[in-house]
């Protein structure tokens, strides 16, 4: 297996929450009352799938592996993608408080969660392409292949220690449950 062929994957997954979350920020513009529940677990999902499993499997994996192999284009790429995910952890940060004050009754806070969710998926797919193209392609190419191993190995330590057994596998259940609900 790749480097990054579990990472890809999951950049399925993401992009389907993506999908999912203009289809809400829509509905928020629209003035339809948004679920607090799917905007709950919507912001769960970010936390726990993008960041806490995919993010740290790039940040104490996958980038650390590609410095060590010393390819001098691979170190702007990765300080490019982790500001992107300080960005993304900041925008998440927005979503709930806005989502929060929403919930609360602070109808003015439907513009700016709508606002916040549409600069984070922006954000991410812009990520997701400039990863894919920058990064991954060139991990795949020059990481050896027992690094690759190593890398595969340590991708299923962190779905099982950090995330939990389980836990992804409820996530794309709840996707799959979003995709309906909000017709994506």
Do not use: W
């Not at 998440?92 to 806005?98: D, E, K």
Request: charged content about 25%; overall charge negative; aromatic content about 4%.
């Amino acid at each position: 297996m790749s480097a990054t062929a579990d990472l890809r994957s999951e950049h399925v997954g993401v992009g389907r929450m993506l999908d999912i979350m203009d289809a809400m920020a829509g509905c928020v513009r629209t003035g339809t009352p948004l679920d607090t529940s799917d905007l709950a677990q919507t912001i769960e999902f970010l936390r726990v799938f993008v960041d806490q499993c995919h993010h740290t499997k790039e940040e104490e994996l996958l980038f650390p592996a590609m410095r060590a192999a010393n390819v001098k284009s691979f170190e702007e790429a990765i300080v490019i993608l982790l500001a992107d995910h300080s960005k993304g952890r900041e925008a998440v940060a927005l979503i709930t408080a806005a989502g929060q004050r929403l919930a609360e009754g602070d109808e003015s806070a439907s513009t700016e969660l709508a606002d916040v969710i549409s600069g984070y998926t922006g954000l991410l797919r812009a990520h997701i392409l400039r990863e894919e193209a920058d990064c991954f392609d060139a991990a795949d190419r020059e990481l050896p292949t027992a690094v690759q191993d190593e890398l595969t190995v340590g991708y299923e330590r962190i779905e099982r220690d950090v995330v939990g057994e389980g836990v992804h596998e409820g996530f794309h259940a709840l996707l799959d449950r979003l995709s309906q609900a909000y017709h994506v």
